[in-house]
Structures are given as C-alpha cells and as structure tokens.
C-alpha cells in the first residue's frame, strides 16, 4: 500500500478542472497515494475533481474544519455525505484540533466537560458518515496543546466506548499531527512504556513525550490501553519543507525502507501527509509548500524526484512495458448472458477507438486504463481499488440505455 501523501491547498478554492490537471501530474510524479482536501460544509468538492484523483489511485481524505460552537445543520451534512460516498470517497475528518482554545472559542472553552461537550458534537456526525459508507477519521490533535493530547485522546475514546458506539470503535482511524520541528525522528520511540516519566504538560529532563514523529506509538499504546486494541492511524502535517533530509527520511520510512539508526513506522500507519503540496501566493502557509503558487517545484521536489530515479528498489518497467493495453473496457458478464445495451452503448464508443473488450479482471490488470461498466453489484470498489493498486487507472460507468450511452460517449 502507497502510504505517501499530501495536505493540498489549505483552502477550498483551488477544485476547478484546470487545478486537477495543473496538480495531478505532479502528485503522480511525487508517487503520491493520499490528498488530504480542505472541504467547506456549504458545498459538495465538483465530482471530476474527486473522481480525477481516485482515477489516478490517489485516495482523498476530506476534512471538515469547522467550531463546535457554530456547526451547519447535521441534515446538511447528511447529504454531503452520501453524495461523497456515492462518488468512492472512503475517508473523512470532522474538526481540526479539538484540544486548542482557538478551535472553540473563550465562553465554550471555560466550561467544563470539554472532552464530553465535544463527543456530543462529534459522534452524531460520526454516526451520520458511518451510515453513508463513510470511515471517520477521529480529529488530529495538537501535540502538547492547551488541553494536552493524550489526555484528551484518552478520555475521548473512553467515552465513546461508554457510550456504546461499539460500530464507531470498529472502523474508526486516529489522527495525529506528527510535527518533528528540530526533533530526531526517533524521538519519542517506543511510547509511554519506554518513557514513563513523561507526564501531561510535565516532560522533564532527560525524558521524551508524543510530540514528534513517533507520536503513533503513544497513540497506539492509548488506544490498547482504553478498546483493548489497536487502531489504524493516519499521520497529518508531517515534515517541513526547510528540512530536506528528514522529509526524505519521512517518505522513506513510509514506504517500508530501512534507514540506519531510525526505527520502521508499523503498518499499523495506513499513511502520513506531508504539509504542504501548495498554497496560493502571499498566503501565511505558502513558505512551507512544495510548489511554489504558479506550479513551480522548490529544491524538496527535485530532492523527492532524484531519490525516486535514483533508488533501485523504485526502479519498474514502463507502463507500455508492464502493461501491453492501453485501455480496457470491462464488461460484466451474466450466467444468462450479456445485456444488450451495454454492447448497444459501447459501439460507437469502440468503432472510433478500438479498446480492447473483455470480462477478465486479470486481463483488465494488464491495461493501462480501465473503464469498468457496471455497479458495485458487478465489480466492487474493493475490486477497483486492487486494479488502482497495480498502477491501473481506473474509471467506474454506471447506467442502463440511454444513460450508459450519454456517459460513454464523453470517455476520451
């Protein structure tokens, strides 16, 4: 599993189709598997946007940044959530540091019952994003912050279990805001066991605490010690662009290389998101991207580049080499037969083109692209997500009749 990934715009206003084609190519060449989207409550992301990158093999993560205090209706985000869902979106993430003063505002802030006020406004829309097909993301925190981290973890997690949101504990991802600043990216390894004298806002001479790479094992030992079991989790604003060797450093370790001297991050870490791919030009976050705001690379990208031609474990065929057909269509096909109207729909589509036509997923592997007509019924998005995996570009067509033949007919 690709486990690279990047925060993008840290806005909502770069989603328009000459973005997806300015920005793909790019994240394609940085070999990323993750984007991290900043998803306004007002508005779905345009389908294309989304679609262009699962194509690509790239999973979004939306994440919801909004106050606990000022929240759009929850039938708002009940509709979001089924149209994201409909589209393949997988992931998302409601509220971003929940333990900081500035997230809630002073009067919500001074009561008390922070970590239980919070579940009351998380959990209904956890539960609203379960119920589309969605897997929430529980908010990352801010390492230390006003309300320290781990406390605040703990007590959540305990109080979702006691309030019996057994479904949630079983399919939800834990955040973490993995920062390294001027830290090793060994500080902190091995969690509370090895560091025991690290305490909430204490961390005294000669001890280590959460607030680094390693952050994932204080989690992980978190998360054992209140559900009696791991979780998955994701690592959020990794890395620094002013600091090249630990970036490279960071994405080797998430791609499964040994590094001397520097511990393996667990697959228990389904990915981590370096901040950040761009940002728009005089905006307080542009210092710290990767591309400059017009699409121009900073010395980290070429670094990332040169290390990826470099490294002969990266070393692999061409895609003509590796995969002989350039476009697939995959057809499913029925104990009685195949419908009509698929073969109706596509004829046109294939006198001009000449892909090549099948009903083998092992065959459709070998392509370079691959349009799957049917439903989940017919080929799952497990399915999908296997041939995306393979390097496969892959593209979903649902429909019957007329609606099948409209949507064949814009494939280019």
């Not at 708002?76 to 589209?87: G, H, I, P, S, T």
């Not at 025991?196 to 010690?225: H, M, V």
């Amino acid at each position: 599993m690709n486990r690279l990934g990047f925060h993008y715009f840290p806005d909502s206003l770069h989603y328009q189709k000459r973005d997806l084609q300015t920005w793909l190519p790019k994240l394609k060449l940085l070999n990323a598997g993750w984007l991290v989207l900043q998803t306004p409550v007002t508005r779905a992301l345009p389908e294309n946007f989304i679609i262009g990158l699962q194509a690509a093999g790239i999973e979004p993560i939306l994440h919801f940044h909004f106050s606990p205090e000022n929240m759009p209706p929850r039938r708002d985000f009940e509709m979001l959530f089924n149209v994201y869902a409909r589209w393949g979106v997988r992931y998302l993430v409601l509220f971003d540091r929940p333990n900081m003063r500035s997230t809630w505002g002073e009067a919500s802030w001074s009561q008390t019952d922070l970590v239980e006020r919070f579940l009351d406004q998380y959990l209904p829309l956890a539960e609203t994003a379960l119920k589309s097909g969605l897997t929430p993301i529980f908010p990352p925190l801010e390492p230390g912050g006003d309300y320290w981290d781990t406390t605040f973890l703990k007590v959540a997690l305990a109080g979702i279990s006691r309030r019996g949101q057994q479904d949630l504990l079983d399919k939800l991802v834990i955040g973490a805001y993995a920062k390294t600043t001027d830290r090793s990216l060994n500080y902190g390894k091995g969690g509370p066991e090895y560091w025991p004298g690290a305490q909430p806002y204490l961390t005294p001479k000669g001890e280590q605490d959460q607030r680094g790479l390693r952050i994932f094992d204080w989690y992980d030992a978190i998360a054992k010690s209140v559900l009696l079991e791991s979780r998955p989790i994701f690592l959020f604003g990794l890395g620094s662009v002013s600091e090249s060797e630990k970036n490279l450093q960071i994405a080797q370790l998430l791609r499964g290389e040994d590094i001397d001297n520097l511990e393996p991050i667990p697959a228990g870490v389904l990915g981590g998101a370096f901040w950040l791919l761009a940002a728009s030009e005089g905006s307080p976050e542009a210092p710290h991207a990767w591309y400059q705001s017009d699409g121009s690379a900073t010395p980290i990208v070429e670094q990332m580049l040169q290390m990826q031609s470099t490294d002969p474990k990266n070393a692999s065929p061409t895609p003509q080499e590796s995969r002989p057909i350039k476009h697939y269509v995959l057809l499913p096909a029925y104990e009685w037969g195949i419908p009509d109207y698929h073969l109706d729909a596509l004829r046109p589509y294939i006198k001009t083109h000449q892909p090549t036509i099948g009903f083998s997923i092992e065959e459709a592997a070998k392509a370079q692209r691959i349009t799957v007509i049917g439903s989940e019924e017919e080929y799952s998005e497990e399915t999908l997500r296997q041939l995306r995996s393979k390097g496969c570009v892959v593209e979903r067509i649902n429909g019957d009749g007329t609606t099948l033949a409209s949507k064949v007919a814009k494939l280019t």
